[in-house]
């Protein structure tokens, strides 16, 4: 059982700056592909960004690549997002989530079975 706690989320205006974290609990998490996801109203969960257990393989959407960095801190079971350059479109409910999963499969929400709460995110014009 893995629980997911996130936090870090808030209002920022547009062109600022956001660090989201994910704390996990559990013994597998150094093993777990951990990705962000992120749900606007009225729209599907879409694939943010992931990375892989050891932190040597990270993947992007193409709409926050080169804005937002993943990361992660095994010996804290935790994961962050830094979301820098932040547009309006960014606003949403943004989720954490734990698989294990193959690393080919990491855009794929059915492929990840732990979820956090999620934490919205607001960038304003």
């Known amino acids: 059982q893995v629980q997911l706690v996130e936090s870090g989320g808030g209002l920022v205006q547009a062109g600022g700056s956001l660090r989201l974290s994910c704390a996990a609990s559990?013994?597998?998490?150094?093993?777990?592909?951990m990705g962000w996801f992120r749900q606007a109203p009225g729209k599907e969960r879409e694939f943010v960004a992931a990375?892989?257990?050891?932190?040597?393989?990270?993947g992007y959407a193409d709409s926050v690549k080169g804005r937002f960095t993943i990361s992660r801190d095994n010996a804290k079971a935790t994961v962050y997002l830094q979301m820098d350059s932040l547009k309006p479109e960014d606003t949403a409910v943004y989720y954490c989530a734990a698989s294990s999963a193959a690393w080919g499969r990491r855009v794929l929400p059915a492929s990840y079975r732990y979820w956090g709460q999620g934490t919205q995110v607001t960038v304003s014009s």
């Open positions: 559990g013994r597998t998490f150094s093993s777990s592909v």
């Open positions: 990375i892989s257990g050891s932190g040597g393989s990270t």
